[in-house]
């Protein structure tokens, strides 16, 4: 295959990165304007939203004696102490089990709502124009694809996520620099994942969709974390799900250098 074509970029990096955030809000606006594609978008979501919020809360129901359990050297130091460090492992615990919740709910409800999110992807660059130099993708061979790859990138934050906890001990670092990192972390896993179904169609796969998000990567970012933050807002992820996906769309085209103005609909 080709190597992909990538947009060269016009604006500084913060301006690339605000137009990134920006796509979220088109692709909110996009889907917002179908109400019936609004409600087959949230289905999915919802029902994988419910399962992880169980999960989480069960983190937080339990976080206290996982606290204790990862940091036994602080079984013999004074009562302040002791609880100081563990109420950091419980704040280091909470905020990677969110910060994988949030990459595994996106993978699991991609892998869930394909058919509905393909839709939505479809019916968004249909009205820029369509896309250019189309694959007809079988679904099941699309499917294994897609969980392969969602899989893959699952995977590969939680071994970045390991550090990020370990760092989560540092004072005042672990409750300020981190937090931020995990987002920027937490938002580029969350662009690979999301641009997937515009890239199959294009018959491009995760190595292709690393190059074409790196070459760009503030655009990149910005629509990775703005869809990161939303989705740590109580119910975000089930009704941001359907817009993300639909800013997704307009984030490939804007990548590989396509139109993203609406042409006229016959």
Known sequence: MDTPRVA????????????????????LGLYARNPRL???????ALITGALFL???????YFVD?????????????????????????GL?????????????FTAVTLVVGDPFY????ERVEQRYGGTPGEVEVPFWSSLRRSVADSLRLVAISVLVGLPLFAAGFVP????????????????????????????????MRLPDRRQVLRADLPTSLGFGVAVFVCFLIP?????????????????????LGQPVQEVAQP
């Open 8 to 27: 060269a970029p016009t604006a500084s990096a913060v301006g690339r990165f605000f137009s990134g955030a920006g796509l979220l809000l088109r692709g």
């Open 38 to 44: 609004m409600l087959l978008g949230i289905l999915p």
């Open 54 to 60: 169980a999960a989480f809360a069960t983190l937080a």
């Open 65 to 89: 004696d996982l606290a204790a359990l990862v940091t036994p050297f602080a079984d013999d130091w004074s009562a302040t102490m002791r609880n100081l460090v563990r109420v950091m492992a």
């Open 92 to 104: 280091a615990l909470l905020g990677i089990g969110g910060l994988v919740g949030v990459l595994t």
């Open 118 to 121: 393909e839709k939505i992807s």
């Open 172 to 203: 005042v670092v672990g409750q300020t620099v981190v937090p931020v990192v995990g987002a920027v972390v937490g938002g580029w896993f969350l662009a690979l994942e999301l641009v997937g179904a515009p890239f199959y169609r294009r018959g």
């Open 235 to 255: 119910l975000g992820a089930v009704l941001i799900m359907p817009a993300a996906v639909a800013g997704a769309a307009l984030l490939t085209r804007r990548l």
